[in-house]
């Protein structure tokens, strides 16, 4: 019988420590040629879309796929989870708050291998739902002394800043400009709906890392092209997807700043193969897209765990 978890069962389960160990052996496996990602496509009707994208991790004992749907104030995600070595659908799990918590943790993961030990300051853009797990991953990684945070908004801002000081016991300070978060800020996450750069990048400061994961889509980009050319490491989740969802490289890959020989994987950067990191001046860059790797990965700890607790509902399909 198939293992149906809802939203609930996932909340229940699931944790930021257990979904960044869970996402960096996926990358881990990745990379040593152990497993398989197949990025995201995209199929349009009049009305919304439909989005697939699946993984296979043979070690793991698993592979699946998750599908979503965005329509008009509806958006609703399932992670579908088989038996790598039979085939067996194992599981059905509804997937957003797991979306929301492997989306962190990669930047985690990233922020763990690229970010300078000593860093002191957190910036972040943006205060919505993905934020918030964006800000939890990178401050388990590389806890800070302070938070500088900023949105269009300032009462979405006062409400966020409020709400993770209290989460995570760290002074979280609401910021005036976008500008005055960058140059304050060790570790800097873009988390935004925009389609055009946040903040110049003149204004970044030599030893800054970044995690840029608010868009996937090639008509939208937090980063200009200075911020750009001013990374002496760019790592992204995926090459493969990159080339079809990364707006922020594309003016830079055509203006030949830029080439996909310099930019490397998360998957490299975690098998030791690339040091992203070689000075403390340097400033490095994570574009997460966000991979069927990650969602695959952190449903198989669920799973698990859903089995051991006797979580969930058992459908006869």
């Known amino acids: 019988m198939i293992l149906f978890l809802n939203e609930q069962n996932v909340e229940e389960l699931l944790t930021m420590p257990l979904a960044i160990e869970a996402v960096q052996e996926a990358f881990h496996q990745f990379g040593s040629g152990k497993a398989e990602n197949l990025p995201r496509r995209r199929l349009h009707t009049p009305d919304g879309m439909l989005h697939l994208m699946a993984a296979c991790l043979p070690e793991l004992g698993f592979m699946g796929y998750k599908a979503y749907t965005t329509y008009p104030n509806r958006v609703k995600f399932k992670v579908h989870l088989h038996n790598s070595k039979t085939g067996e659908l194992l599981a059905i799990m509804e997937a957003d708050r797991l979306g929301q918590m492997r989306t962190g943790a990669a930047s985690g993961v990233a922020t763990r291998w ?114 750009i050319q001013r990374c002496t490491s760019i790592v992204v989740d995926s090459k493969e997807q990159a080339r079809i969802e990364c707006g922020e490289f594309l003016a830079p890959l055509e203006k030949g700043r830029l080439t996909w020989e310099g930019i490397h994987e998360l998957s490299e950067v975690v098998t030791g193969r690339v040091t992203p990191r070689k000075g403390p001046n340097d400033i490095t860059l994570f574009k997460s897209l966000g991979l069927a790797l990650e969602d695959v990965a952190v449903a198989a700890r669920i799973y698990r765990l859903a089995v051991e607790q006797h979580l969930g509902e058992r459908l006869a399909i």
Do not use: Y
């Not at 409020?162 to 760290?170: A, D, N, S, V």
């Not at 996450?189 to 868009?215: M, R, Y």
């Open 114 to 227: 690229m970010a300078r030990e000593d860093s002191k300051i957190v910036g972040i853009l943006g205060s919505g739902w993905q934020a918030r797990t964006q800000l939890e991953a990178v401050c388990l990684v590389r806890p800070p002394d302070q938070v500088l945070a900023f949105s269009r908004s300032s009462e979405r801002l006062m409400m966020f800043c409020t709400e993770m000081q209290g989460r995570l016991q760290i002074p979280c300070r609401p910021a005036k400009s976008p500008e005055e978060v960058v140059a304050g800020s060790d570790i800097l996450i873009t988390i935004t709906t925009s389609v055009s750069p946040l903040f110049s990048g003149d204004k970044l400061k030599p030893g800054t890392h970044l995690n840029v994961a608010g868009s996937n889509s090639l008509l939208k980009r937090e980063l200009d092209e200075t911020s």
